[in-house]
């Protein structure tokens, strides 16, 4: 198979982001580009380890991952990350990060990928930036502080625009009843963008109907965006949101416009 031949663009940063994000973004593009210029989809593909979180790591997640890395070390803050785990530096911030969310994506030249990168202080989640390393379109927020874009602001489940994971035979019924009643859905693999995008008024919700398949690095930079422009991020089962060393933990995120469709779609997945 070919190499992915279309160019990778560098993230619009904020200028007023951190710069443990600001860096670990940066570093996460250009070392997506590197690899993508190297390798081809096959080699970007495979998988030689096992990630943290108990699932087998691509080498594309590994590469962007290590850039990562660098930047966490050279700040003297601890990381959080899929592949390596827990780095502890004996810091009170802590890098959350999601190297390449939808490295599936990635590796075979779809262009639905992101980095996530959460800084969060004695365990608070307080700053995010998601950037989409295909088009280098970033979301960064501030907990506390408004944003500049905002949800819908939808508050009905009947008709509305909602993101899924795909569908497991663990969670096919409750899948099925929140897909009947939407009014569009999108299965675009890739959580931390899909959350981006209900924050910034794209559509409504996005969501794991019940399959227990998020990590807290795929939700946590989500626990800050949406809360600042108007939206709400729940567990189907109410388990509380945590960052927490063991990527073994896992969730079913709701991510919604508003608190009320939120509990909408609690209460027809849980039906």
């Given amino acids: 198979m070919s190499l992915i031949g279309w160019p990778t663009p560098d993230p619009v940063v904020p200028s007023e982001a951190h710069p443990v994000l600001a860096g670990a973004a940066k570093a996460a593009s250009a070392a997506f580009r590197r690899a993508r210029a190297e390798?081809?989809?096959?080699?970007?593909?495979?998988?030689?380890?096992?990630?943290?979180?108990?699932?087998?790591?691509?080498?594309?997640?590994?590469?962007?991952?290590?850039?990562?890395?660098?930047?966490?070390?050279?700040?003297?803050?601890?990381?959080?990350?899929?592949e390596i785990g827990f780095v502890d530096r004996g810091s009170a911030t802590t890098l959350v990060a999601d190297p390449v969310d939808g490295t599936a994506n990635a590796a075979a030249g779809v262009p639905l990928s992101a980095f996530a990168g959460t800084l969060a202080v004695d365990g608070v989640p307080v700053e995010a930036l998601t950037c989409w390393l295909d088009t280098g379109r970033c979301w960064h927020a501030v907990a506390g502080r408004p944003t500049g874009y905002r949800t819908t602001g939808r508050r009905e489940l009947d008709g509305a625009a909602v993101s899924l994971?795909?569908?497991?035979?663990?969670?096919?019924?409750?899948?099925?009843?929140?897909?009947?009643?939407a009014g569009r859905i999108r299965i675009l693999s890739t959580s931390c963008l899909e959350a981006?995008?209900?924050?910034?008024?794209?559509?409504d919700a996005f969501l794991d109907a019940g399959s227990d398949t998020h990590r807290i690095v795929d939700l946590a930079a989500a626990l800050v965006m949406l809360p600042a422009s108007g939206g709400v991020v729940l567990d189907l089962h109410g388990r509380a949101l945590e960052i927490d060393p063991d990527l073994h933990r896992r969730w079913s995120g709701v991510v919604a416009a508003t608190p009320e469709l939120g509990e909408e779609l609690l209460t027809a997945a849980l039906a």
């Fill in 39 to 82: 390798f081809t989809r096959a080699r970007l593909a495979e998988t030689g380890r096992t990630g943290a979180d108990g699932t087998a790591s691509m080498r594309l997640d590994l590469l962007v991952e290590a850039a990562i890395a660098e930047v966490a070390e050279e700040h003297r803050v601890n990381l959080l990350s899929e």
């Fill in 165 to 181: 994971l795909r569908p497991h035979e663990r969670n096919a019924e409750p899948w099925w009843r929140i897909s009947r009643r």
């Fill in 196 to 203: 981006a995008l209900v924050a910034e008024g794209s559509t």
